[in-house]
């Protein structure tokens, strides 16, 4: 009767393949392998396109020198809907694989993306007075942009409040599908409503086509941004795991050796 | 199932009729309010009206909303249904349905009385009527995830409001610019067939995300 019992139940199931990153433990050492070139790839790049944008970059011949302030808000803004997306991406294996790790990361991408957003929004701000004589325009790009502030104000509200860890990840999980559907909505409503309702006053897309040091310092910023997006949230990623893994033995283990090497 | 859930709804609803009567009241006021605001400068309202009336029905979708799963929540009722073998998103639907029976259907109703009170000319009134039917379901749908998520959670009044209101632009963008469109003398149609698409699109997405949430919020609760 006891011949084809099944195995007896291990502690965590060995996982194989690239499912083995599912693991917290593993995608701590993992993170923090990301951290610190991260970082620095971060700061040589913020410098360096900053640097090419500020000082190298020609004048614009319509703008003048406020049009530098694109060097910073644009790829803010680039990024902060990336997020989002990364999000959905994460809410998405999360719950089809229904991992832990997947919604750690999901969370720890979220203030990010909200700082991102928040930074592109002021940028614009303070670009918009000099060149259309005003901080906010109800163009559609703008407007989306603040639902998009909007959408991770939500998220980010959401999964704070709920006290129950498993139905916060899931339930930011659902909020930023249902957010991620709805972006190409929001965008084109609010594309069709500015249209309809100031004509094209503000145009954007027209600006001439940029010299290849701005774009050159332009993307550098990005990719500024993007490294330190992956710092951050590896940072914020492995603060999760230890909060939520703090009773595992892995946790104490490493914070016994760390105890260890401070005393020392 | 379907059909019995529906009945029980609607008739707790007739017997709660005060509360139901809130939200409308609610859209009333807020309707009457913006004069008060703004003057009573005729074309200015006949300018407003429209939008004014779109935002008052949204906010009033928006305070009915907690009350849409709270009661089979508190009394266990919820739970009892997802054990059932009934699918979920069905009776979802369902109640769903109901609730905006009780609460969308009598906005629909009174908004050509206030758009009298805009002094809206009488050409524009089917084409208000027509958009808050359409776009009111969508609102009840997508509200109903929002309520769903939020359900049992602390500040969650506060909460819906957030989730929701960036989903509903859409929606207040297609209805409001209906209206706008007859006004225009530009033609409502592709603006009514967006708002058809989005009850489509909602209605065949909003149920599933909802009875997930549910499921979550009664197995965590």
């Known amino acids: ?264 | 199932m379907f059909a019995a859930l529906l009945r029980r709804d609607l008739l707790l609803a007739w017997r709660s009729r005060a509360d139901v009567l809130v939200s409308l009241t609610f859209f009333i006021i807020v309707a009457c309010l913006f004069p008060f605001g703004v003057g009573s400068d005729k074309e200015l309202l006949i300018r407003i009206g429209p939008g004014v009336l779109w935002v008052a029905a949204l906010l009033s979708v928006l305070l009915s909303l907690n009350r849409l799963f709270a009661q089979d929540y508190a009394d266990g009722t919820l739970e009892q249904w997802l054990l059932s073998d009934t699918p979920a998103p069905l009776w979802v639907a369902a109640k769903i349905l109901a609730h905006w029976i009780s609460t969308g259907l009598p906005l629909v109703l009174i908004s050509p009385l206030l758009a009298v009170l805009y002094e809206l000319p009488a050409e524009w009134l089917p084409t208000l009527a027509v958009s808050l039917l359409l776009g009111t379901p969508i609102l009840a749908l997508l509200g109903a995830v929002g309520a769903a998520l939020t359900l049992g959670v602390r500040a969650g009044g506060v909460l819906i409001a957030l989730l929701v209101l960036p989903l509903f632009v859409p929606v207040l963008i297609f209805g409001a610019g209906a209206v706008q469109a007859v006004a225009d003398g530009t033609g409502a149609t592709p603006w009514l067939l967006l708002l058809g698409a989005g009850d489509l699109a909602a209605l065949s997405l909003a149920p599933l995300a909802c009875a997930a949430a549910l499921r979550l919020a009664v197995e965590s609760g």
């Not at chain 1, 069709?192 to 050159?216: F, I, N």
Request: hydrophobic letters at 55%; charged letters at 15%.
């Open chain 1, 1 to 264: 009767m006891n011949e084809h019992r099944s195995p007896a139940p291990q502690d965590t199931p060995q996982l194989t393949g690239w499912r083995r990153f599912a693991s917290p433990a593993l995608c701590y050492r993992l993170a923090g392998h990301f951290i610190r070139p991260c970082t620095k790839l971060a700061i040589v790049l913020t410098l360096a396109g900053l640097y090419l944008g500020f000082f190298v970059a020609p004048t614009d011949a319509v703008q003048g020198e406020v049009y530098r302030i694109i060097f910073i808000h644009v790829p803010t803004a680039w990024m902060s809907m990336f997020i989002y997306l990364i999000m959905a991406f994460w809410a998405v294996v999360g719950l089809v694989m229904k991992t832990r790790v997947s919604f750690m990361l999901m969370r720890a991408l979220a203030p990010t993306g909200a700082i991102f957003c928040f930074l592109a929004l002021w940028t614009g701000a303070l670009w918009g007075r000099p060149t259309w004589g005003s901080y906010w325009v109800w163009d559609a790009r703008l407007t989306s942009q603040l639902l998009l502030m909007f959408l991770y104000l939500g998220f980010i509200a959401l999964t704070h409040s709920i006290e129950d860890l498993r139905r916060a990840d899931f339930a930011g999980a659902i909020l930023a599908l249902v957010g991620a559907l709805n972006v190409p909505v929001i965008y084109f409503s609010v594309k069709w409503w500015s249209t309809l309702h100031q004509g094209a006053s503000v145009s954007l897309s027209k600006a001439p086509s940029m010299a290849t040091t701005m774009l050159v310092a332009m993307l550098l910023v990005a990719l500024a941004a993007w490294a330190y997006t992956i710092a951050v949230s590896m940072v914020r990623l492995r603060h999760i795991i230890l909060m939520r893994e703090r009773r595992s033995t892995w946790v104490r283990a490493l914070l016994d050796a760390q105890e260890q090497k401070e005393t020392a």
